[in-house]
């Protein structure tokens, strides 16, 4: 369905995606993991059609996203970290703005604004402006937008950041309802997010494809370790480590369920580990 082949983009001297390639196939929950500035956002833009690559293809359903951009964003529902609302507008009134531009003519535009609406609960907020919404309110109302045109691929880019816990509850129960319907990519730095939702994992570090896995894999495989010094410092080291595949903040994809301490190849102990190896603690899924 997605089929992304040494995607790279470069802004000047800043290469934020560097030769990227993966597939999705149709039905996943696929979560796209990685710190800020890892190249999230801009695999995102370029996935939606709204940024050119540099290098590298893009096909979705088939279609080259450079000859057929309008065409494939028509099966596309994306909400943005920072979703562009209209404060100034109702929930109502921005949702039939959005219709119209998906090109929904009635009486099918005002059924499928009453679907979005119910499906994200804003049933109570139809009449409020944008603008007095709390900053969970204003998430689902574009998450109702992305949904309106019934699209068979949702792109959401960091759907749960800045809501509380209540929130983040609530969307994560709605993009699992979503994902009935629709193959969705889901972009976060919390490692959290990924796991409470997704079914696999791609981790970007440094515009760079880090890992490509199924969730459980990850789950039965990470390390957690507490470092004395900053990351940057010690990741050389730490790919070192026999069975690492990536590193990312302190997370630790690792494949050895041996339940002794890992060493670096020649049996040397990590240096850079605080409080010696008995720190060192595993994360079960």
């Known amino acids: 369905m997605i089929e992304v082949r040494a995607l790279s983009r470069s802004y000047d001297t800043l290469t934020a995606v560097d030769a990227v390639s993966f597939d999705i196939n149709h039905g996943e929950i696929v979560g796209l993991l990685g710190h800020n500035g890892a190249g999230k956002t801009t ?3 370029m996935l939606t059609g709204y940024l050119e690559p540099s290098a590298g293809s893009i096909r979705i359903h088939g279609l080259d996203i450079n000859q057929n951009r309008r065409a494939i964003q028509r099966h596309i529902g994306y ?7 209209y404060p100034d507008m109702t929930v109502l009134d921005y949702l039939d703005y959005q219709a119209a531009l998906h090109g929904l003519m009635p009486p099918h535009r ?20 944008i603008g007095t919404l709390s900053r969970g309110y204003r998430q689902r109302v574009g998450v109702a937008a992305a949904i309106l045109h019934a699209p068979s691929i949702l792109i959401l880019d960091e759907p749960t950041n800045g809501l509380d816990p209540a929130q983040i509850q609530h969307m994560r129960a709605l993009v699992r309802e979503l994902s009935a319907e629709a193959t969705l990519l889901i972009s976060t730095h919390v490692l959290q997010e990924v796991e409470a939702v997704c079914e696999r994992v791609l981790i970007l570090r440094h515009g760079r494809l880090a890992l490509d896995s199924p969730l459980n894999a990850i789950g039965e495989s990470r390390l957690i370790v507490t470092l004395d010094r900053p990351l940057g410092e010690v990741a050389p080291l730490l790919s070192e480590i026999a069975g690492v595949d990536a590193v990312i903040e ?19 102990k990590p240096p850079f580990v605080k409080g010696g190896l008995g720190d060192l603690s595993k994360q079960g899924g």
């Open 43 to 45: 695999m995102m833009k």
């Open 79 to 85: 909400l943005p970290e920072n979703c562009p609302l």
């Open 110 to 129: 005002a059924s499928a604004i009453r679907q979005a609406i119910e499906r994200t609960e804003l049933g109570a907020k139809v009449t409020a402006t």
């Open 250 to 268: 302190l997370k630790i994809p690792f494949e050895n369920k041996s339940p002794q301490p890992p060493l670096l190849k020649g049996g040397k």
